[in-house]
C-alpha cells in the first residue's frame, strides 16, 4: 500500500521554504527520496499527516541526522 509523504524544508530561522509530497511503499524508501529531494539543511517528513521526523545536513558530504519530529503537529488536509 502506497503512502503520502509530505517534505518540509526548512531555513535557518526555521520557517518552511519548500513543500513535496510524493507517495511511497516504505518509511525506509520515503527517507532515501527525502535526502535526495531536500537542497535545505533542515527538513521534517510527515507520512499521512502525522510527524514522522526531523532530519538535518550535517556534513556537505551529504550526511544526514535523522531524529525525532520537531514538533507534535499533525498536518491538515483541505
Known sequence: MMHSYKLRARDDHNSVIEEIDFECLSIAGALDKA?????????????????????????????????????????TKL
Open 35 to 75: 535526502k535526495a529531494m531536500v537542497e535545505a539543511g533542515h527538513a521534517d517528513l510527515y507520512e499521512d499527516g502525522a510527524p514522522i521526523c526531523s532530519m538535518e545536513l550535517v556534513a556537505e558530504t551529504g550526511v544526514w541526522l535523522v531524529g525525532k519530529p520537531r514538533r507534535a503537529e499533525r498536518l
